[in-house]
């Protein structure tokens, strides 16, 4: 359940600027397999957008990601498929009204990979298992905190933290 943690399972990072919160996750994005459902959480301008644009950057080698957030959705195809859903418009929608407009719960197969900013709006139509990242403004720079729910998660958070400090930790 919800409070069994393994020493793999949460990693807080704080990111000075933007480029740093893009580099943190294009090195993320070396580890996708597939399949991953990353889910942003936290206020206007923490962070989320900035951050899908690092996954855009890491999977295709593209330099810009607009923000879906006129859209909804939109895939950008690479290594992986990445679709980068903003769920903001969405707020007080009902979960069956939103899954019949978009069908949010179909998406994501073994080759493609669905991050989504507020995703606290469509919380009921998430999978279970999930990496969530929460987005704070700190005086300088974001906080990032991240939790991994699931045992791929937690090997997928383990080999991101790797990357920044080495196998020992
Ligand atoms: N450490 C940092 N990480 C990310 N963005 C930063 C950081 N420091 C400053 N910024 C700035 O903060 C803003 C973050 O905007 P971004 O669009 O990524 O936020 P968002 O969470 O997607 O907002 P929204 O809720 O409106 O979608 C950008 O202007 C970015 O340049
Ligand atoms: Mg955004």
Known sequence: MANRMS??????????????????????????????????FGELGS????????LVMGLTGQKTAISPTFLLVKGYLGRLTLLHIDAYRLEGMAPEEIDRQIGLRDFGD????????????VLPLLPQERLEVYF??????????????????????????????????
């Open 7 to 40: 020493p793999f399972a949460q990693w807080t990072i704080t990111t000075q600027t933007a480029a740093e919160t893009e580099f943190v996750a294009s090195q993320l994005s070396r580890y996708l397999e597939g399949g991953e459902w990353l889910t942003l």
């Open 47 to 54: 962070g989320k957008t900035t951050f899908a644009r690092g």
């Open 110 to 121: 073994r080759h493609s990979v669905v991050v989504i900013e507020w995703a606290d709006r």
């Open 136 to 169: 704070e403004h700190l005086p300088e720079g974001r906080s990032l905190r991240i939790r991994a729910i699931g045992a791929k998660y937690e090997r997928l958070l383990q080999r991101w933290k790797e990357s920044f400090y080495g196998k020992s930790t």
